[in-house]
């Protein structure tokens, strides 16, 4: 699975206790459990546009990528929840009810539900609420420039507030430690150098193609496009224009996204300027990783780059079992154990990836 960095983005997700890195064909899951040891989750995929190519065309690749980022970020984020063990407890009644009456398993009810909510909670928050803000403002008699501008300010000061009201909670607070661990590892890929936790330590824990960045894009495209929207055919029906704005959100993410692209590979000063912003946003999503969790993220980058080491030891459920990130790097071959269990060898067997 060795790849040549240089021809592709390697992009990533904070998750519980760990990081997520993404190549163009697999998914790596590092989480770092209680007793001190890191499990790493490979998975290979075959990307949406080589089985559809139509779906990597220019703005079309941003919804598909809007969508499939919602999907596989809320399954890493199940998975590391599962290599922790923090799923091992009793599912509920309901759960088991639920689970019982739609034939699926518990995990997958959970997962579904979690999912449903997130957009549930994403549309009411950034859609029906400024929806709403400019529909008063409008039959208030507010210019369409005013309504359309404080309604778009209200998205982003609802985002603002949202990130620093969940700062508050422990645990995300971790993964936002996390989170710059994995852009200050993937800034340490992309300029060279070698994968340490100190080199790593050097970088911005801010990276121009964050999601944070882009949800900054997305709104302000939105702004500027509902604008010209308004300026052309105003709607003062609070469910039309609610239903108009869930419309459009396909066209401004595919737009969006291939902003964020412009932007993140361009070295202009108009791009450095533009892309400020959304640069400090991440300040709100980010915190200073310590050495453990930048051991986390540059061990996720080498597995899914270049797949497990020769001899990685492995849980029964396939994951990788690692004391030091220097044991993920390319060439290193763990010693040989006579007496390891024989359902290792086993599993060991069937889950190695093929180089």
């Given at each position: 699975?060795?790849?040549?960095?240089?021809?592709?983005?390697?992009?990533?997700?904070?998750?519980?206790?760990?990081?997520?890195?993404r190549s163009p064909?697999?998914?790596?899951?590092?989480?770092?459990?209680?007793?001190?040891?890191?499990?790493?989750?490979?998975?290979?995929?075959?990307?949406?546009?080589?089985?559809?190519?139509?779906?990597?065309?220019?703005?079309?690749?941003?919804?598909?990528?809007?969508?499939t980022m919602l999907?596989?970020?809320?399954?890493?984020?199940?998975?590391?929840?599962?290599?922790?063990?923090?799923?091992?407890?009793?599912?509920?009644?309901?759960?088991?009810?639920?689970?019982?009456?739609?034939?699926?398993?518990?995990?997958?009810?959970?997962?579904?539900?979690?999912?449903?909510?997130?957009?549930?909670?994403?549309?009411?928050?950034?859609?029906?609420?400024?929806?709403?803000?400019?529909?008063?403002?409008?039959?208030?008699?507010?210019?369409?420039?005013?309504?359309?501008?404080?309604?778009?300010?209200?998205?982003?000061?609802?985002?603002?507030?949202?990130?620093?009201?969940?700062?508050?909670?422990?645990?995300?607070?971790?993964?936002?430690?996390?989170?710059?661990?994995?852009?200050?590892?993937?800034?340490?890929?992309?300029?060279?150098?070698?994968?340490?936790?100190?080199?790593?330590?050097?970088?911005?824990?801010?990276?121009?193609?964050?999601?944070?960045?882009?949800?900054?894009?997305?709104?302000?495209?939105?702004?500027?496009?509902?604008?010209?929207?308004?300026?052309?055919?105003?709607?003062?029906?609070?469910?039309?224009?609610?239903?108009?704005?869930?419309?459009?959100?396909?066209?401004?993410?595919?737009?969006?996204?291939?902003?964020?692209?412009?932007?993140?590979?361009?070295?202009?000063?108009?791009?450095?300027?533009?892309?400020?912003?959304?640069?400090?946003?991440?300040?709100?999503?980010?915190?200073?990783?310590?050495?453990?969790?930048?051991?986390?993220?540059?061990?996720?980058?080498?597995?899914?780059?270049?797949?497990?080491?020769?001899?990685?030891?492995?849980?029964?459920?396939?994951?990788?079992?690692?004391?030091?990130?220097?044991?993920?790097?390319?060439?290193?071959?763990?010693?040989?154990?006579?007496?390891?269990?024989?359902?290792?060898?086993?599993?060991?067997?069937?889950?190695k990836t093929p180089?």
């Amino acid at each position: 699975m060795s790849q040549d960095k240089e021809k592709f983005d390697v992009g990533g997700q904070a998750v519980m206790e760990g990081v997520m890195m993404r190549s163009p064909n697999a998914t790596a899951v590092t989480v770092r459990r209680p007793d001190g040891t890191m499990v790493t989750k490979l998975t290979p995929f075959v990307p949406l546009k080589e089985k559809h190519p139509w779906m990597g065309k220019p703005f079309i690749r941003g919804v598909v990528n809007m969508a499939t980022m919602l999907y596989y970020g809320m399954n890493t984020l199940e998975d590391s929840t599962k290599m922790l063990g923090m799923l091992d407890e009793e599912p509920t009644r309901f759960e088991l009810w639920l689970s019982k009456k739609l034939g699926k398993g518990v995990d997958k009810i959970v997962m579904a539900v979690a999912i449903v909510l997130a957009v549930a909670l994403s549309v009411g928050l950034f859609i029906a609420i400024p929806a709403g803000v400019e529909t008063l403002l409008k039959n208030a008699g507010m210019s369409v420039v005013g309504y359309t501008l404080l309604g778009g300010l209200v998205k982003i000061m609802i985002l603002i507030g949202y990130m620093i009201a969940v700062s508050f909670v422990p645990d995300v607070r971790r993964t936002f430690q996390y989170h710059g661990a994995e852009h200050k590892s993937v800034h340490c890929h992309e300029s060279d150098l070698a994968l340490t936790p100190e080199n790593a330590q050097r970088f911005s824990r801010l990276h121009p193609r964050c999601g944070t960045a882009f949800l900054l894009i997305v709104f302000s495209v939105s702004i500027l496009l509902f604008l010209v929207l308004n300026l052309v055919l105003p709607i003062s029906n609070y469910l039309v224009r609610f239903l108009f704005h869930l419309a459009m959100l396909p066209i401004v993410a595919g737009v969006s996204y291939e902003i964020l692209m412009g932007l993140a590979h361009s070295d202009s000063r108009i791009s450095c300027i533009l892309r400020w912003p959304g640069l400090q946003m991440q300040r709100l999503t980010t915190r200073e990783p310590d050495a453990s969790m930048l051991e986390c993220a540059i061990t996720s980058i080498n597995v899914v780059l270049n797949g497990f080491p020769e001899g990685c030891p492995k849980t029964p459920e396939g994951w990788g079992i690692f004391h030091r990130y220097t044991e993920s790097e390319p060439g290193f071959v763990f010693p040989a154990k006579a007496d390891a269990p024989s359902e290792e060898k086993d599993s060991d067997g069937e889950e190695k990836t093929p180089a």
